[in-house]
């Protein structure tokens, strides 16, 4: 049996010698297990780990090629970095398998080397701008020692804007390399926002260099060799600081060095598991009778959390859009809530009440970290802060208050943020008033931004041609919840003042009219394939025509997003309507309702949780398209927008997409009701279907 003596080694490195300690190696790191390796859900791909405020992330396979921060919106430094060993003088490669640790967003893989058993941890420090990877090597020999040093080659990503060097200790000796990215970048994909600010990156070992040399388009870090006994183990630190101006690289050489290794990464465990326990029993992950779902939503959990900034805001996707997007954040907010997160909700509710504050509007986006920029809506075209009330990012903004309020009853938060409530409802009744209570295309709809080609459905992108079916259904939406938040308050709905219009309203008939449109313009039956009839996604202007083809997911907003129907069984008949075009040879929903098209990646998310709230039989087949398909991403995300055999596009760990289909799989579970969990005989029936 292994022991826990501590031993004292003199290491002989050239002609220095160093005092090392090295222990008895055990399972545990400082005392803390390290959690087991959750499976892949699809084939390996790029991850991401953060802490709203500094991030990192490689290819899974133990290189990293992404580093960002301070503050998410940013660009990234990194082309390359990868950690070797040399084992008894000879260079040994780290190459992996990468693994999402359980109940974790920490990533980790093993390597064995002969006698050694290696150990590659990434995780981020809590509360502080530091990404950290964790090196820990084992010797399993029972009789013979190793002399390991650990090599960090890091190439940077160079050209204008971007700068690198080589810094210096206390003492004037090379520790680390210094990386820079200037006021003269772009943040969000190379373009959008600026980079308001310079920003620096420091990486060293938490001990000292042995040596620093120029490589091949970068650096080699190496630290002093270490003598590992046999049955022990030794821990070494690759940190990096992200930091504005004002601290030298001395200061951040001092912090790292000052660093415990194993203490962070303890801190790191205690904290992830801490938030995934942290939920009321109802809404605990173990409701999830089916393995490979619960696998799946835990790991969506673990990025949409990643995906929050430190401010409140959330990105559409950290290693590519950087910004955090109204629609984007909404829809990963209700993969949150539907698991009991809702403190999430209450920081990006106040965060946008920030931004009005600031800015006089709701944004489309802004950028995390900074009041500098944001992204107004914009309409046929024109980028326009006028255009942005039109629709969307106001109604869910009330939307992300009604779903906060309905998991929490904090009204008071809603109160604190009554100012920016009311100018978003009262924006959006000030266009639809203007226009007989109808309502255009917001101008940036996830569904019109060209990831699938829509051209088939008639339309052509020149919005203001348009009435909207789904602008109306978000606000008649908002409108509800808006009625509701006035009753908690005390106020009479019937005889509302609106301050931007300066007139009193009564809101229950301003709901009505917006039933009555949704009748009367959007309400479709004469297409034969939809003889029950639906709502079809928008009439144009000249003539009041249809379009000629259908944007599967437009029909399903009013059921997903809550809008009050003035029939509500027309919701059942949307429902019913589309599920037509569900797939089940390729269980994929192609977005223009025919096959062979392209699908976005929330498309099935829709479909499941409409059939789920009308119990429609259907929903056995699309859960199993949606959990064991081909969309589902290695890491228990989902992508922007997939071909159509469910090859996924560029944009991946997908905050908008993510969180509508844990939605809905959380809603197909019954997670967070008094009736949460399933019969037996539904829950074997899952199990069948995902061993398929």
Same mark, same amino acid.
């Given at each position: 049996?292994?022991?826990?003596?501590?031993?004292?080694?003199?290491?002989?490195?050239?002609?220095?010698?160093?005092?090392?300690?090295?222990?008895?190696?055990?399972?545990?790191?400082?005392?803390?297990?390290?959690?087991?390796?959750?499976?892949?859900?699809?084939?390996?791909?790029?991850?991401?780990?953060?802490?709203?405020?500094?991030?990192?992330?490689?290819?899974?396979?133990?290189?990293?090629?992404?580093?960002?921060?301070?503050?998410?919106?940013?660009?990234?430094?990194?082309?390359?970095?990868?950690?070797?060993?040399?084992?008894?003088?000879?260079?040994?490669?780290?190459?992996?398998?990468?693994?999402?640790?359980?109940?974790?967003?920490?990533?980790?893989?093993?390597?064995?080397?002969?006698?050694?058993?290696?150990?590659?941890?990434?995780?981020?420090?809590?509360?502080?701008?530091?990404?950290?990877?964790?090196?820990?090597?084992?010797?399993?020999?029972?009789?013979?020692?190793?002399?390991?040093?650990?090599?960090?080659?890091?190439?940077?990503?160079?050209?204008?804007?971007?700068?690198?060097?080589?810094?210096?200790?206390?003492?004037?000796?090379?520790?680390?390399?210094?990386?820079?990215?200037?006021?003269?970048?772009?943040?969000?994909?190379?373009?959008?926002?600026?980079?308001?600010?310079?920003?620096?990156?420091?990486?060293?070992?938490?001990?000292?260099?042995?040596?620093?040399?120029?490589?091949?388009?970068?650096?080699?870090?190496?630290?002093?060799?270490?003598?590992?006994?046999?049955?022990?183990?030794?821990?070494?630190?690759?940190?990096?600081?992200?930091?504005?101006?004002?601290?030298?690289?001395?200061?951040?050489?001092?912090?790292?060095?000052?660093?415990?290794?194993?203490?962070?990464?303890?801190?790191?465990?205690?904290?992830?598991?801490?938030?995934?326990?942290?939920?009321?029993?109802?809404?605990?992950?173990?409701?999830?009778?089916?393995?490979?779902?619960?696998?799946?939503?835990?790991?969506?959990?673990?990025?949409?959390?990643?995906?929050?900034?430190?401010?409140?805001?959330?990105?559409?996707?950290?290693?590519?859009?950087?910004?955090?997007?109204? =629609? &984007?954040? /909404?829809? #990963?907010?209700?993969? +949150?809530?539907?698991?009991?997160?809702?403190?999430? %909700?209450? *920081?990006?509710?106040?965060?946008?009440?920030?931004?009005?504050?600031?800015?006089?509007?709701?944004?489309?986006?802004?950028?995390?970290?900074?009041?500098?920029?944001?992204?107004?809506?914009?309409?046929?075209?024109?980028?326009?802060?006028?255009?942005?009330?039109?629709?969307?990012?106001?109604?869910?903004?009330?939307?992300?208050? =009604? &779903?906060? /309020?309905? #998991?929490?009853?904090? +009204?008071?938060?809603?109160?604190?943020?009554?100012? %920016?409530? *009311?100018?978003?409802?009262?924006?959006?009744?000030?266009?639809?008033?203007?226009?007989?209570?109808?309502?255009?295309?917001?101008?940036?709809?996830?569904?019109?931004?060209?990831?699938?080609?829509?051209?088939?459905?008639?339309?052509?992108?020149?919005?203001?041609?348009?009435?909207?079916?789904?602008?109306?259904?978000?606000?008649?939406?908002?409108?509800?919840?808006?009625?509701?938040? +006035?009753?908690?308050?005390?106020?009479?709905?019937? %005889?509302?003042?609106?301050?931007?219009?300066?007139?009193?309203?009564?809101?229950?008939?301003?709901?009505?009219?917006?039933?009555?449109?949704?009748?009367?313009?959007?309400?479709?039956?004469?297409?034969?394939?939809?003889?029950?009839?639906?709502?079809?996604?928008?009439?144009?202007?000249?003539?009041?025509?249809?379009?000629?083809?259908?944007?599967?997911?437009?029909?399903?907003?009013?059921?997903?997003?809550?809008?009050?129907?003035?029939?509500?069984?027309?919701?059942?008949?949307?429902?019913?309507?589309?599920?037509?075009?569900?797939?089940?040879?390729?269980?994929?929903?192609?977005?223009?309702?025919?096959?062979?098209?392209?699908?976005?990646?929330?498309?099935?998310?829709?479909?499941?949780?409409?059939?789920?709230?009308?119990?429609?039989?259907?929903?056995?087949?699309?859960?199993?398209?949606?959990?064991?398909?081909?969309?589902?991403?290695?890491?228990?995300?989902?992508?922007?927008?997939?071909?159509?055999?469910?090859?996924?596009?560029?944009?991946?760990?997908?905050?908008?997409?993510?969180?509508?289909?844990?939605?809905?799989?959380?809603?197909?579970?019954?997670?967070?009701?008094?009736?949460?969990?399933?019969?037996?005989?539904?829950?074997?029936?899952?199990?069948?279907?995902?061993?398929?």
């Amino acid at each position: 049996m292994r022991g826990w003596k501590l031993l004292l080694i003199v290491v002989l490195a050239g002609p220095m010698a160093m005092l090392i300690r090295a222990e008895a190696a055990d399972n545990s790191f400082g005392g803390t297990p390290l959690p087991e390796q959750v499976a892949y859900l699809n084939k390996c791909e790029d991850f991401f780990i953060g802490n709203g405020l500094v991030g990192g992330g490689g290819t899974g396979n133990g290189t990293w090629n992404f580093l960002v921060g301070p503050d998410y919106t940013c660009p990234n430094y990194l082309r390359s970095e990868e950690v070797r060993l040399v084992v008894d003088g000879v260079e040994q490669s780290l190459t992996m398998d990468v693994h999402r640790a359980r109940k974790t967003g920490v990533f980790y893989g093993t390597r064995t080397i002969g006698d050694l058993k290696v150990y590659l941890i990434d995780y981020v420090v809590v509360g502080k701008p530091c990404v950290a990877r964790l090196i820990r090597i084992e010797n399993e020999s029972h009789d013979r020692p190793h002399t390991v040093s650990v090599q960090a080659y890091i190439v940077p990503i160079t050209g204008p804007g971007h700068s690198d060097w080589i810094s210096l200790d206390g003492n004037g000796l090379q520790a680390g390399i210094g990386l820079k990215l200037d006021t003269s970048l772009k943040c969000v994909v190379g373009h959008l926002c600026t980079n308001w600010t310079n920003r620096y990156a420091l990486i060293a070992f938490n001990e000292k260099a042995n040596a620093i040399s120029l490589t091949q388009g970068g650096y080699l870090l190496q630290t002093v060799s270490r003598l590992i006994p046999p049955e022990t183990s030794s821990e070494i630190g690759l940190d990096h600081y992200l930091h504005y101006e004002g601290q030298s690289d001395r200061h951040y050489i001092e912090l790292v060095q000052q660093r415990n290794i194993l203490k962070d990464l303890a801190g790191s465990i205690a904290w992830w598991q801490g938030w995934f326990d942290g939920v009321a029993p109802q809404y605990s992950l173990s409701q999830i009778k089916d393995k490979r779902a619960r696998d799946l939503v835990e790991g969506g959990l673990a990025i949409l959390k990643m995906n929050e900034c430190r401010d409140g805001g959330i990105v559409a996707n950290e290693r590519g859009w950087d910004m955090s997007y109204v =629609r &984007d954040a /909404y829809c #990963g907010l209700r993969g +949150l809530t539907a698991f009991g997160h809702f403190e999430e %909700s209450k *920081r990006f509710i106040e965060w946008l009440d920030h931004q009005y504050n600031v800015h006089g509007l709701i944004p489309n986006a802004a950028p995390g970290g900074s009041d500098t920029y944001v992204h107004p809506n914009g309409n046929n075209g024109v980028w326009c802060s006028e255009a942005n009330a039109i629709a969307e990012v106001t109604a869910l903004y009330i939307l992300a208050a =009604r &779903d906060y /309020y309905k #998991g929490t009853h904090d +009204l008071q938060t809603l109160r604190n943020v009554n100012i %920016s409530l *009311r100018y978003a409802m009262e924006a959006q009744l000030k266009y639809a008033d203007t226009n007989d209570d109808r309502m255009e295309f917001s101008g940036d709809e996830t569904e019109l931004c060209g990831a699938v080609d829509i051209k088939s459905t008639g339309f052509d992108r020149k919005l203001a041609k348009y009435w909207s079916m789904s602008s109306v259904a978000l606000c008649s939406a908002s409108l509800d919840f808006y009625i509701q938040y +006035l009753i908690a308050r005390g106020d009479n709905p019937a %005889s509302y003042l609106n301050l931007r219009e300066k007139r009193t309203l009564n809101l229950y008939d301003e709901q009505s009219k917006f039933k009555d449109v949704l009748e009367k313009d959007f309400w479709r039956t004469n297409l034969p394939e939809c003889p029950a009839g639906f709502h079809d996604w928008f009439r144009t202007k000249n003539n009041n025509s249809w379009p000629s083809g259908r944007i599967v997911n437009f029909t399903l907003f009013p059921i997903f997003y809550g809008t009050p129907m003035k029939y509500p069984e027309r919701a059942k008949c949307d429902v019913s309507a589309m599920k037509q075009f569900f797939d089940p040879a390729t269980r994929c929903l192609p977005l223009v309702g025919k096959a062979g098209e392209r699908s976005l990646g929330h498309d099935l998310g829709y479909l499941l949780w409409g059939l789920v709230a009308c119990d429609d039989p259907e929903k056995n087949a699309v859960y199993d398209a949606l959990v064991n398909g081909p969309t589902v991403r290695c890491w228990g995300t989902y992508n922007e927008a997939y071909d159509a055999d469910g090859s996924p596009n560029a944009n991946s760990l997908r905050t908008f997409e993510t969180g509508v289909n844990l939605s809905a799989i959380g809603k197909y579970w019954a997670v967070g009701s008094s009736n949460s969990g399933m019969s037996q005989c539904h829950a074997n029936q899952v199990t069948n279907l995902s061993a398929k």
